[in-house]
């Protein structure tokens, strides 16, 4: 499997484009790039399948309404988040309302539901969805046993956890979770965060002051 990164928009989130053995391909979390995810699609002639978004926030799907209605294709959220998207006390940010509203259409008309345990499939390459409560209500993880690779959102990051003082947060959640669901993993499976640099399990299980 192919991963590119993009770093894009006001909190420097990572989009990540994934492109399995047979040639398809994914956005994960296009972010706030002011459309530069889909401009370098259609520059480059690469027409995504999938359109999947790590947790409710707008960092990470502020451009996903548009790009999945430019190539009408699926938007893969986690079930158990789509109450806390819609609920009012979810912070916006500096962000406008309309954008956050194109996102909730988007997700009722083409959203593609997950739950912890499920499978995904992009062509020949099957990932499984790993879901964590404490950053917000429930981010989701996509792990890739086979490449060794985990895109893990806001709930983990290099030396860090995701922040936990917004709303639905619970540092104790979260560290619990990251512990039971993701240091158990292989400790060379490569961590891909939403923001800041990539890690793997095993340094963050040796390093990371949050968890130990
Ligand atoms: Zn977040």
């Known amino acids: 499997m192919k991963i590119q990164w993009f770093t894009v928009g006001m909190y420097q989130t990572n989009c990540f484009l994934l492109t399995s053995e047979d040639g398809h391909c994914m956005v994960v979390d296009p972010g706030d790039g002011d459309d530069g995810v889909l401009e370098y699609l259609q520059k480059n002639g690469i027409r995504p399948e999938r359109v999947l978004i790590t947790h409710g926030h707008m960092d990470h799907f502020a451009d996903a309404a548009r790009l999945a209605e430019h190539y009408d294709i699926p938007i893969d959220f986690a079930k158990n988040e789509v109450e806390y998207l819609f609920s ?3 912070q916006r940010g500096p962000y406008e309302e309309e ?4 996102f909730l259409q988007a997700v009722e008309t083409r959203g593609n539901l997950l739950q912890d345990g499920d499978q995904l499939q992009l062509g020949e390459s099957s990932f499984q969805i790993i879901t964590l409560p404490g950053h917000s209500a429930c981010g989701m993880c996509l792990y890739h046993p086979a490449a060794g690779v985990i895109i893990v959102g806001d ?6 956890i995701g922040r936990t003082d917004m709303y639905r947060g619970s540092g104790v959640q979260l ?3 990251i512990q039971e669901k993701l240091l158990i993993l292989p400790e060379e499976t490569v961590v891909l965060p939403g923001h800041g640099p ?3 399990i095993g340094q963050e299980k040796k390093t990371n002051p949050f968890l130990n």
């Open 175 to 177: 560290i619990r979770s």
């Open 88 to 90: 009012a006390e979810v």
């Open 155 to 160: 709930q983990l990051f290099a030396g860090s």
């Open 99 to 102: 954008v956050f509203e194109e």
């Open 198 to 200: 990539q890690t793997t």
